[in-house]
């Protein structure tokens, strides 16, 4: 058994995390908070980085920092029912019903459709996607040598074409930095710290935590410390990357508004962009960059789905989930991208909140003796403001009126919690319940120490 590892394989695991958590929305957001952000690009990226990365390595800590062997168990200190309910339904979100299915869509988008004729659009999304989830198949049939094939042979190849365009945005801007839009020319921080919610990233690390430590375990490092130690210095590789492309992303949205215009999304920035400094070449590029980075994180989605229902149902093999899976995102993906992402945010506004307040309490948990029933109040009071989220989020996406109970209830939401508008109503409440709870809780087994003590010394 040995506690540490040579940098090199540090790196290795964090170059591998980077691809699993890299994907085109992770170039297509910082792109477009860039645009809008303007000037204020500064403080936008800075809310930006705290959650689009310092969430999601808050998640990698938070399994390393649990000693759990999987999300179920971490889940299952709220209640064994919970920890099922949730992680299959986290797994299924950033698996076969969303997350996996965007990444074939996005690519489509982004990397072929723009050199496939518009009257075959969809036959060509079919065409793509079922090479796509084959591909993803293949690689994850072979689970075992996901640090090689992800972090030694597609990493390096997004890494250095992303850098390649980047270096040349510093060194050659495309123009000078614009004018702030709508909501970043005064709330520019807290409109880039929610902007970097949509990378999903932080749900994503709960599972993509577990590939890490068995990883790392792998490599003959076993005790909690030496996971959690080795977790983090993984961590700070992805991370470190990550946050490097997203702030060159960002500039370059920035000082593109003059010579491209302002665009709905930020996929036509990286675009014009490829093509501004290298021609044709760039946008070959810019296609090889978005088919690599979705197919690592569509890799590693499936490898994690199929294993969680495997141990959760195993009489279904494996290899059969894997399967199924990559058929089911083969499907979905050709709803095509905007139904796909319409459709995850409510569940988004659900489940997000809940995969944070789950990493806090992971952390706190030594200081109310790993209380089940302060891991239940803080959950319960996330899960009645996130599902009323979900669900007005769902209303106006159908365009349908709120119900009688629901607008009531998020009037008097608006009306009470601080940061209800901003999406962070949970969070005040939240650390009330376990404040409230955890008090609570020391309070009885102070009394209960104290009691033994009286018995004791009775006798």
Same mark, same amino acid.
């Given at each position: ?44 990226? &800075? ?33 064994? @029912? ?21 990444? &074939? ?11 496939? %004729? ?59 930095? %614009? ?91 990286? &675009? ?40 959760? #149902? ?7 989930? @894997? ?8 499907? @979905? ?14 569940? #988004? ?85 376990? #404040? ?24």
């Amino acid at each position: 058994m040995q506690n540490k590892l040579p940098f090199s394989r540090y790196f290795i695991i964090g170059v591998m995390l980077f691809a699993l958590f890299f994907g085109a929305g992770n170039l297509i957001f910082p792109a477009g908070l860039g645009q809008m952000a303007g000037k204020n690009i500064w403080m936008a990226i &800075g809310g930006f980085l705290i959650t689009g990365i310092g969430l999601p390595f808050l998640g990698i800590l938070a399994m390393g920092f649990s000693g759990s062997k999987n999300l179920q168990e971490l889940a299952g200190r709220v209640h064994p @029912v919970y920890g099922i309910i949730f992680t299959s339904l986290l797994y299924l979100t950033i698996g076969p019903f969303f997350a996996a299915p965007r990444t &074939g869509a996005v690519a489509y988008d982004i990397g072929i459709a723009p050199f496939v %004729g518009g009257g075959f659009g969809q036959v060509g999304l079919i065409l793509f996607t079922c090479v796509f989830f084959l591909v993803t198949l293949w690689f994850s049939l072979n689970p075992a040598k996901i640090v090689d094939n992800v972090g030694k042979i597609l990493s390096p190849g997004i890494i250095i074409l992303l850098f390649v365009l980047l270096v040349m945005v510093m060194v050659k801007p495309v123009g000078s930095i %614009g004018a702030p839009q709508e909501s970043y020319v005064n709330g520019a921080f807290m409109k880039g710290l929610m902007e970097g919610y949509n990378t999903m990233d932080a749900l994503a690390s709960l599972v993509f935590g577990i590939i890490v430590i068995n990883a790392i375990r792998s490599m003959g490092v076993t005790s909690t410390r030496g996971i959690l130690m080795a977790s983090a210095k993984s961590g700070i590789v992805a991370i470190v990357f990550l946050g490097i492309i997203y702030i060159g992303i960002a500039y370059l949205g920035a000082t593109s508004t003059g010579a491209f215009g302002l665009f709905e999304t930020g996929g036509p920035v990286l &675009g014009k962009a490829a093509s501004y400094y290298f021609g044709t070449a760039g946008n070959f590029m810019l296609s090889i960059v978005i088919i690599l980075a979705c197919l690592t994180t569509s890799i590693g989605l499936m490898t994690a789905c199929g294993e969680y229902f495997h141990m959760l #149902l195993p009489k279904v093999s494996y290899k059969m989930w @894997v399967v199924f899976f990559s058929v089911v995102s083969f499907v @979905v993906a050709n709803f095509g991208l905007a139904n796909i992402i319409n459709f995850s945010i409510p569940v #988004l506004m659900l489940l997000y909140p809940l995969a944070v307040t789950l990493m806090l309490l992971t952390f706190l948990s030594k200081l109310f003796y790993y209380s089940r029933t302060v891991y239940a109040s803080a959950i319960a009071v996330t899960f009645m403001i996130s599902l009323i989220d979900g669900l007005k989020t769902l209303c106006k996406l159908l365009e349908i009126s709120y119900f009688g109970w629901l607008q009531a209830i998020i009037s008097f939401y608006e009306k009470t919690l601080p940061l209800y508008n901003d999406g962070l109503g949970w969070l005040l409440p939240v650390f009330i319940a376990i #404040l409230i709870s955890g008090c609570i809780v020391r309070l009885h087994n102070f009394s209960a120490i104290r009691l033994k003590n009286k018995e004791e010394g009775a006798h």
